[in-house]
């Protein structure tokens, strides 16, 4: 079984200060990870995905993830945010040796970058 | 590259009508999903094609919802007879060299469907 939990459903930031968005994972196997931002009356679009290797992926619009084994997670983040970050980002998994091909998405979080 | 499209954009309708959403794939993908979006349930798998083969269908809510894949370009996902509790943003999504494969989905913009 594979799931993945986004604990929150909201996050407020500050234009230019550091954002980070949390997601943790749970597999019988190896995970593929996946970060997707929503906008406003848009489908998701694909971030960034962790696959092996390098523990810290780099992805779209200056967005990096960090894989942390022990931990079980995979949070977002961002070394200074922009207003137009504000979003909706889904956390994704995929468990590559436990025989399921279709990823699980968590709730969403919401990012709200205030001026 | 053109992206997953999706049709109609919008769509209201009243009760107990037939409602039909379709979807166009990247070309070249082989794996196409459908989810449907709410506020209250999130984002939902409804289902799975593989090869134009429909390989996991445990989302589809009842009888109601069909879906279809005739070739590699398109599917349909029908509503028959529609209800209000049917409302939500469908999306389908595409990708490639599934199933032994770390790509990522590619959504379309969804189709808003209002049952009145």
Redesign the interface.
Known sequence: AQSVAQPEDQVNVAEGNPLTVKCTYSVSGNPYLFWYVQYPNRGLQFLLKYITGDNLVKGSYGFEAEFNKSQTSFHLKKPSALVSDSALYFCAVRDRTGGSYIPTFGRGTSLIVHP | DAG?IQSPRHEVTEMGQEVTLRCKPISGHN?L?WYRQTMMR??E?LI?F?NNVP??DSGMPEDRFSAKMPNASFSTLKIQPSEPRDSAVY?C?SSGR???S?Q???????T?LSIL
Request: charged share 15%; net charge negative; no cysteine.
């Open positions: 997953v794996s999903f999130g984002l798998l799975y593989n390989i996991d999306f999504a599934q199933p032994d770390n990522p989905q590619h959504f379309g913009d969804g808003r």
